[in-house]
């Protein structure tokens, strides 16, 4: 033989480097990240060393502050700005305007568990800051691309940052009543941007999943839920319970009936999909115990919260 066949092995498959550009393509990423780990660690303050809370925001104000703004509503503002792409074709947050809300929300975190009144201030603006550079962001994106169906989405994460500064105002002033009042209103801001987009992407990624499945859209059921839920929100900052038991009983009773009108027993099989369910249906549940606590019933007072962030929210943002 004039030549041998020469085998080469091949050559191993080179990883790619980490990168930062990538990294804060699409806010998921980065704000996923950073509100879970932030609820394990903020858990762990709150159960172990909670004498570290000496700031303006102290004690269990700090703890649900925390919970929903530092965890919930940065998880919300990441899939928002992560949705809003496909929704509009245009990234709303990306690069170095995401990197700034970040470092926004960092500068927030620390400024709260720092202690000094200054820090407070600090953790103050950088809060506020980020939820105003979401809240602008979102505009851009569906009124660029006149997305009218996604017009109402800014204005409800407006909503969320106007109801956390209320809240942190109240915390520093010490009105503890005050406070409780206003994160009520911040939590229902917090689960009309979970009913809307719930109610959108669940039938959706139902009806992909499951041949043959058909689930009604529910237009008109799903518009007197989320008015229901804003009253009951106006109603509990104007300090009238009555009411707002009575809007909150509605809005959790619709979404009972929108979980069994989803046709839930044809997705039994299924984890990824009833997790979904299970989340939307202890929203439900949430909403009807807080509406039961506003009219005067004997609960626990952390009962409603807690069934709303716990059963709901956390377990909306695992199926997710």
């Known amino acids: 033989m004039s030549s041998i066949i020469q085998l080469k092995e091949?050559?191993?498959?080179?990883?790619?480097?980490?990168?930062l550009h990538a990294f804060l393509e699409l806010a998921f990423r980065p704000l996923y990240l950073a509100g879970t780990a932030w609820a394990l660690i903020a858990i762990g303050i709150w159960v172990w060393a909670p004498q570290v809370l000496t700031g303006p925001l102290r004690g269990?104000?700090?703890?649900?502050?925390?919970?929903?703004?530092?965890?919930?509503?940065?998880?919300?503002?990441?899939?928002?700005?992560?949705?809003?792409?496909?929704?509009?074709?245009?990234?709303?947050?990306?690069?170095?305007?995401?990197?700034?809300?970040?470092?926004?929300?960092?500068?927030?975190?620390?400024?709260?568990?720092?202690g000094s009144d200054a820090m407070f201030w600090v953790g103050v603006a950088a809060e506020l800051g980020f939820f105003l550079l979401a809240a602008v962001a979102m505009m851009g994106s569906v009124y660029r691309a006149k997305n009218a169906r996604n017009y109402a989405v800014p204005w409800l994460l407006v909503a969320l940052g106007a109801a956390d500064g209320l809240y942190l105002f109240a915390a520093h002033d010490g009105d503890y009543a005050l406070l409780m009042q206003r994160f009520n209103v911040g939590l229902?801001?917090?689960?009309?941007?979970?009913?809307?987009?719930?109610?959108?992407?669940?039938?959706?990624?139902?009806?992909?999943?499951?041949?043959?499945?058909?689930?009604?859209?529910?237009?008109?059921?799903?518009?007197?839920?989320?008015?229901?839920?804003?009253?009951?929100?106006?109603?509990?900052?104007?300090?009238?319970?009555l009411?707002?038991?009575?809007?909150?009983?509605?809005?959790?009773?619709?979404?009972?009936?929108q979980v069994l009108r989803w046709k839930p027993w044809a997705v039994r099989g299924n984890p990824l999909l009833w997790i979904l369910y299970a989340g939307y249906a202890g929203l439900g549940i949430g909403l009807l115990t807080a509406a039961c606590a506003a009219a005067g019933a004997s609960l626990p007072p952390a009962l409603p919260v807690h069934m709303i962030a716990m059963a709901g929210f956390s377990v909306l943002i695992i199926g997710m």
């Open 243 to 257: 009411p707002a038991a009575v809007a909150l009983g509605l809005t959790g009773a619709l979404s009972l009936l």
């Open 10 to 19: 091949p050559a191993a498959p080179t990883r790619a480097a980490p990168n």
């Open 60 to 114: 269990i104000a700090w703890h649900a502050h925390e919970m929903l703004w530092g965890f919930i509503a940065t998880i919300a503002v990441a899939f928002l700005m992560t949705a809003g792409a496909n929704w509009t074709g245009i990234n709303p947050l990306k690069g170095r305007a995401l990197g700034v809300a970040c470092m926004l929300w960092l500068a927030a975190r620390i400024g709260f568990l720092a």
């Open 188 to 241: 229902l801001a917090m689960a009309l941007i979970a009913l809307l987009i719930a109610r959108r992407v669940i039938p959706f990624f139902a009806m992909r999943a499951v041949a043959g499945l058909q689930i009604p859209m529910q237009t008109r059921i799903g518009q007197v839920q989320l008015a229901a839920c804003g009253v009951a929100a106006a109603c509990l900052l104007a300090g009238q319970k």
